[in-house]
């Protein structure tokens, strides 16, 4: 298609001129289904591009095609879609509202993948409220699946994401052990930006647990002398604006 082609090489303004194209012809011609899955794609155009109520307009668009035609598993990509852009909107009731549709209908499919990815999402929900415990629930279930799929780059950021939890619970020893299978990991994939960023937590976690053997251990998983890692936190700190 040729708008899936346009946005695959970031033509975003061809793209979009090409599945409103296609969204006349088949409005026409009476396609559901392929009307259906032009507007999905106009949806995530737009959600690519920032322009939220535009994006939302076009799903909810979606979902009462797929309803109509009684699709009861394709709704579940719309409704994670909804709850994402409900995230960057900060409504985070409507996000889980949202999330929690996707998820029951992912666990009615037994997709198991994509079941992780909600309960990541509802992870990310719950810790921007400050549900802590509720957050680290949800992310343990991600892990899990991440784990039995044996997708390390999504293990790694759920760890980290783990980490940060138990660092706000003030559990340091599991702060430590979440951060640095995180680090582990992204060495391991070559991730610089993602290792400077889980390592970005440390230094707080050095000064609050008042472990000073901390960056011994550090300095050990990444194969530095400490006085390097020494180093290293004091320009994450800068730099970060890492509060």
């Known amino acids: 298609e040729l708008g899936a082609l346009a946005q695959e090489l970031q033509e975003l303004k061809k793209a979009e001129d090409y599945y409103k194209k296609a ?62 852009l409900a995230q960057q909107k900060e409504e985070w009731q409507k996000a889980e509202d949202y999330h929690k549709q996707a998820l029951k209908i992912r666990i009615e499919f037994n997709d198991r993948f994509e079941q992780a990815n909600s309960f990541f999402s509802l992870g990310i929900v719950a810790q921007e409220r400050h549900e802590l415990q509720k957050a680290r629930s949800y992310y343990q279930q991600a892990l899990d699946i991440y784990i039995e799929f044996e997708d390390y780059y999504k293990q790694a950021v759920t760890y980290n994401n783990l980490s940060i939890i138990a660092q706000l619970e003030r559990d340091w020893q599991k702060a430590e052990i979440y951060g640095m299978r995180a680090v582990e990991i992204f060495r391991g994939l070559n991730d610089i930006n993602n290792l400077l960023l889980t390592l970005s937590n440390f230094p707080n976690l050095w000064v609050e647990s008042g472990d ?32």
């Open 23 to 84: 969204l006349e012809i088949k409005t026409e011609f009476n396609e559901p289904i392929d009307l259906a899955r032009t507007l999905l794609n106009l949806g995530n155009l737009a959600q690519i591009q920032q322009e939220i109520e535009k994006a939302e307009d076009y799903y909810k668009q979606t979902l009462e095609i797929y309803k109509e035609f009684n699709d009861r598993y394709k709704p579940a990509f719309v409704f994670h879609n909804l709850g994402m």
């Open 212 to 243: 000073h053997t901390f960056i011994f251990r550090v300095a050990e998983k990444l194969k530095l002398p400490v006085k390097e890692v020494v180093e290293l936190f004091k320009d994450l700190s800068n730099e970060n604006a890492f509060e």
